[in-house]
């Protein structure tokens, strides 16, 4: 049970009063996860796709320095899982990250087929090197707008599937459940103010992150977390709250948004020096600049 201080809904209702919209499967979030977990039920049913934004807007339109994948012969998913669970510092489900380093090739073929072009050299893929890889695994595309492209490719399928509507400016508030069964979710339109209970079969949150809690992120505005703090007031276990991950490296200026320095930029040489123009990294791990991200993050901030 939830504690008394937190109330169950963020807003007061009754159900029979207010308009009601149904469907088979409903999604929340228009990023990589709720894209392509759209496509992938959109021959088992009808689809919602609510989005608290417009479509493309989310953190994986800013995600830059590509996608780690074993491929080719020198590579492996043995030596892709070695590394992930080295720079897990052991705190990685090894299922999972076997999961993640077998099915990896397969699912980035998949959105190869869906549309998404990689960027290639002489018609091969081109890999880079980034921090905690042993290989270069990182495949990305237009250089680093890696993410922007996958949105593209992904968005343009979905917009074009009949059985998936897309419901843009939709801000989902709460978990509509009876017992521990999920039957939707209350949601304000921004577009007319309205409070609408969009009610499916299956119902799945996709929301992203809470970047937007810290002063410092490069996340993009509508990270804010609520998709997590409704799926806890729901009654919905949640985990691992605590790993937020801080990328090492952004470009600050007082007066324009802060923005990622992709990984890429360490991984084809780049140098991290202090204050004084002093390189510092070999100081504190012997992979340097291309040591794991906590540790570049940690040593920045020492």
Avoid: W
Wanted: one cysteine or more; proline letters at 4%; aromatic letters at 6%.
């Amino acid at each position: 049970m939830l504690p008394q201080m937190f109330p169950r809904y963020l807003i007061n209702f009754d159900l029979t009063r207010i308009k009601k919209i149904y469907t088979d499967f409903l999604i929340v979030g228009s990023g990589i996860a709720g894209l392509y977990t759209s496509l992938k039920l959109c021959d088992k049913g009808e689809i919602i796709l609510l989005t608290k934004g417009n479509l493309k807007e989310s953190s994986t339109e800013h995600a830059q320095g590509g996608i780690a994948v074993a491929l080719g012969d020198k590579d492996s998913p043995r030596l892709h899982m070695e590394d992930t669970l080295k720079a897990g510092a052991n705190f990685c489900d090894p299922e999972a990250v076997e999961v993640l380093v077998t099915e990896g090739p397969k699912c980035v073929e998949e959105l190869i087929e869906l549309g998404t072009e990689f960027d290639k050299i002489e018609g091969k893929y081109k890999t880079t090197l980034e921090a905690a890889h042993q290989k270069p695994r990182i495949l990305h595309a237009r250089g680093d707008a890696t993410g922007a492209e996958i949105e593209r490719s992904l968005s343009e399928k979905v917009i074009n599937e009949n059985k998936i509507k897309i419901r843009e400016n939709i801000l989902v508030t709460d978990i509509l459940a009876e017992h521990t069964t999920c039957y939707g979710l209350l949601a304000l339109d921004n577009n007319t103010n309205e409070i609408i209970a969009y009610l499916a079969k299956s119902t799945i949150l996709a929301s992203g992150g809470a970047g937007q809690l810290f002063s410092n992120t490069t996340n993009p505005d509508v990270t804010t977390g609520d998709g997590i703090a409704m799926a806890y007031r729901g009654g919905v276990k949640v985990t691992d709250l605590e790993f937020f991950q801080f990328h090492p490296t952004a470009l600050y200026h007082q007066e324009s948004p802060k923005f990622l320095i992709s990984e890429a930029v360490r991984g084809e040489g780049a140098i991290l020096k202090n204050i004084k123009g002093e390189p510092f990294m070999h100081s504190y791990h012997p992979l340097a600049e291309l040591a794991p991200r906590d540790i570049v993050a940690r040593a920045i901030t020492e």
